[in-house]
């Protein structure tokens, strides 16, 4: 068995997603659930929730093995994203992954998911702000320019920035 250690996507039921990410905390195996901030409005008061960005995914890192045994040993744990051209659980490129978590870590502006093939557009770089530095692809979204952090797998996260605060690569 391979004992290389990786990011791995698992899907988990709905609405267990923060539960499963204690319980792998509990194990010692290292866990990514992203997350966001939000603030709730109802009739009477406001409340900052944090909201799961994916439902029903949590990304582990961890090597071949201990990926069957969480499949196998937590409950909450359906599956993993699978990579069908290859026939085998999908890998998530480190880089890719360090992206992903910069953005949703350092933004200031919400970030949305896209679950969707998106074609590529044009390499960029971050110059100023809070994610100064972060690279990804330019995309049009809703008439909206956006930053967009690609895990090829899964789809890609989006933030609202500026045209003026990026550069082409």
């Known amino acids: 068995m391979d004992k290389e250690e990786h990011w791995y996507a698992l899907y988990v039921k709905m609405h267990h997603e923060k539960k499963t990410a204690e319980r792998l905390d509990e194990m010692g195996i290292t866990n990514?659930?992203?997350?966001?901030?939000?603030?709730k409005q109802w009739s009477?008061?406001?409340?900052?929730?944090?909201?799961?960005?994916?439902?029903?995914?949590?990304?582990?890192?961890?090597?071949?093995?201990?990926r069957l045994e969480i499949i196998r040993?937590?409950?909450a744990v359906t599956g993993c994203l699978f990579d069908r051209c290859r026939r085998r659980p999908a890998i998530i490129p480190d880089d890719e992954m360090d992206k992903f978590r910069f953005m949703l870590d350092f933004s200031e502006e919400s970030v949305r998911f896209i679950?969707?093939?998106l074609n590529p557009g044009d390499k960029i770089r971050v110059i100023k702000g809070p994610l100064a530095g972060l690279?990804?692809?330019m995309s049009q979204l809703e008439g909206k320019s956006q930053i967009m952090v690609r895990i090829e797998q899964l789809g890609a996260a989006t933030v609202e920035i500026p045209v003026g605060y990026v550069e082409k690569i």
């Open 73 to 75: 040993n937590v409950p």
């Open 44 to 66: 009477d008061r406001k409340k900052r929730l944090k909201t799961v960005i994916i439902p029903m995914i949590i990304f582990v890192r961890t090597s071949e093995h201990n």
């Open 135 to 137: 690279e990804g692809e």
């Open 115 to 117: 679950n969707a093939h």
């Open 32 to 39: 990514y659930l992203p997350v966001q901030e939000v603030v």
